[in-house]
């Protein structure tokens, strides 16, 4: 989940887990990272929390997860691709810079780490044709 953390998910009831599961799809790199992705709107897409494991960092993994799910998403309609990003995780928005994402307009200060902020980053995605 975005802006959650091992430590407050460790706790999370099994119906939890079951209800974040069936929000949409995820892809697996195992053991190396994970990433889903969710409709947003008809021609919107959501990458939801990206994780790659330290030890695969800097090997291509990310963008390779990042592709799949943008690929899922054109497959359903969608033309943009969006993922929040806190302002802080220079690693992380370098990955969206180098996958084609820019910064949309507007920060937003993170009600459950304030006064940490996060943006939206953006993709365009081919349209179906």
Do not use: K
Request: charged fraction near 20%; aromatic fraction near 10%; hydrophobic fraction near 50%.
């Amino acid at each position: 989940m975005f802006a959650s953390s091992l430590g407050v998910e460790r706790g999370w009831p099994a119906d939890r887990w079951r209800e974040l599961l069936a929000a949409g799809p995820w892809f697996v790199a195992h053991p190396l990272g994970l990433v889903g992705g969710a409709v947003a709107a008809p021609d919107r897409a959501e990458l939801r929390s990206m994780w790659v494991s330290p030890s695969a960092r800097g090997q291509g993994v990310g963008a390779a997860l990042v592709e799949e799910v943008a690929d899922w998403a054109a497959g359903q309609g969608a033309v943009v691709l969006e993922a929040r990003v806190f302002d802080d995780n220079a690693a992380a928005i370098a990955l969206y810079e180098r996958c084609g994402f820019v910064v949309a307009p507007g920060t937003t200060v993170s009600r459950w780490h304030p006064p940490r902020t996060w943006r939206t980053w953006v993709r365009a995605l081919p349209g179906r044709g």
